[in-house]
């Protein structure tokens, strides 16, 4: 290497070396951020208006369909889809970043479900007696305040509320 080019070299390792240490000590989180703020729960009724099927799924096209209709219900006292519920639910809330979390957990992009690669979105898991509830709305990604994709069985069940929220 060159005397001419060292300094430049140098110049351009020291930058990258600062932006790196900048989004990292700065707040640039792409994991799962934990919110305990009462916003983040999930409340109210809501019903399955879709599905979508955009990985392996290990339900048929035919069954998924037969959800579409269905309430799923939130609360601090209760969750409840069909015949299945929770008495004495605990919701355990993330903010993830929705590319990495839905390509890594699930080999699903975010345009198959409607989302931006770059946007948080907010994923809920239901826990009764300690341990992970199975119901439909057990695990649910939302899109915001008026979506969400509940996941079941590999197929992605897509809810809206039923009722406006007051």
């Given at each position: 290497m060159s005397r001419a080019r060292a300094p430049t070299t140098r110049l351009a390792a020291?930058?990258?070396?600062?932006?790196?240490?900048?989004?990292?000590?700065?707040?640039?989180?792409?994991?799962?951020?934990p919110v305990k703020?009462?916003?983040?729960?999930?409340?109210?009724?809501?019903?399955?208006?879709?599905?979508?099927?955009?990985?392996?799924?290990?339900?048929?096209?035919?069954?998924?369909?037969?959800?579409?209709?269905?309430?799923?219900?939130?609360?601090?006292?209760?969750?409840?889809?069909?015949?299945?519920?929770?008495?004495?639910?605990?919701?355990?809330?993330?903010?993830?970043?929705?590319?990495?979390?839905?390509?890594?957990?699930?080999?699903?992009?975010?345009?198959?479900l409607g989302l931006y690669p770059h946007q948080d979105v907010r994923v809920t898991e239901v826990f009764c007696e300690g341990r992970k509830w199975g119901g439909l709305g057990g695990h649910v990604v939302w899109a915001d305040d008026e979506r969400g994709w509940a996941i079941r069985d590999g197929i992605w069940f897509e809810l809206r509320r039923a009722a406006p929220q007051g």
């Open positions: 020291a930058a990258a070396i600062a932006l790196g240490l900048g989004l990292g000590l700065g707040g640039c989180q792409v994991g799962p951020r703020d009462g916003w983040a729960l999930p409340k109210g009724d809501w019903q399955v208006v879709a599905h979508a099927a955009p990985g392996i799924a290990a339900m048929s096209p035919v069954v998924a369909q037969q959800y579409v209709g269905r309430s799923v219900s939130f609360g601090p006292h209760g969750v409840t889809s069909g015949a299945e519920g929770c008495a004495k639910p605990t919701y355990v809330v993330n903010l993830v970043y929705a590319d990495r979390y839905l390509q890594r957990q699930y080999g699903v992009r975010p345009a198959s």
